[in-house]
């Protein structure tokens, strides 16, 4: 009872808000306000407000659990162990293995000629050539005048 009563107080507080905006005509702010007083009924009358202490308390007596029971402590070092001793045996790199061999070519075959790694010399372009495309920009400028 005294929960929908807070929270009809809060959406009509929320809407006399809204009212002062629209009063002055501040449309978009008045909107904004309107609809953020609205969402306290709706919790109320959805009955979602229960379910939200709910699952406050939930995770509330999780967290002190985590904190204070050896137990979990335990549960994270053992997951921290066998996630060390799973990245030293690297239980990823088989399967990069295999990837590996099913990508090289068997032996016997020819591989794909290689590109020679150094690009081959080029002339030298005189400075109408490196703009390119700002040639055309340039003279449509020229001929406005700009």
Same mark, same amino acid.
């Given at each position: ?10 959406? *009509? ?8 905006? %629209?009063? #002055? ?13 609205? !969402? ?6 959805? %009955?979602? +407000?229960? &379910? ?5 308390? *939930?995770?509330? @007596?999780? =967290?002190?659990?985590? !904190?204070? @029971?050896?137990? /979990?402590?335990? %549960? +994270? ?10 990245? /030293?045996?690297? !239980? ?11 990508? *090289? ?9 290689? #590109?020679?790694? &150094?690009?081959?010399?080029?002339? =030298? ?19 406005? %005048?700009?």
């Amino acid at each position: 009872m005294l929960t929908g009563a807070l929270c009809y107080l809060l959406s *009509a507080a929320g809407l006399a808000i809204a009212g002062l905006h %629209g009063w #002055r005509r501040r449309w978009r702010t008045a909107t904004r306000w309107a609809g953020i007083a609205l !969402v306290p009924a709706g919790l109320y009358l959805t %009955g979602l +407000i229960p &379910v939200g202490s709910t699952i406050g308390r *939930a995770l509330g @007596d999780w =967290a002190t659990r985590l !904190v204070l @029971d050896p137990g /979990v402590w335990t %549960g +994270i070092g053992l997951l921290g162990l066998a996630a060390l001793l799973l990245a /030293v045996t690297g !239980v990823g790199r088989t399967s990069q293995s295999a990837a590996q061999e099913k990508a *090289a070519p068997p032996p016997g075959t020819p591989s794909a000629p290689t #590109r020679p790694a &150094v690009a081959p010399n080029r002339p =030298a372009r005189g400075a109408a050539e490196e703009l390119g495309d700002f040639s055309d920009i340039e003279e449509i400028l020229r001929k406005r %005048g700009i």
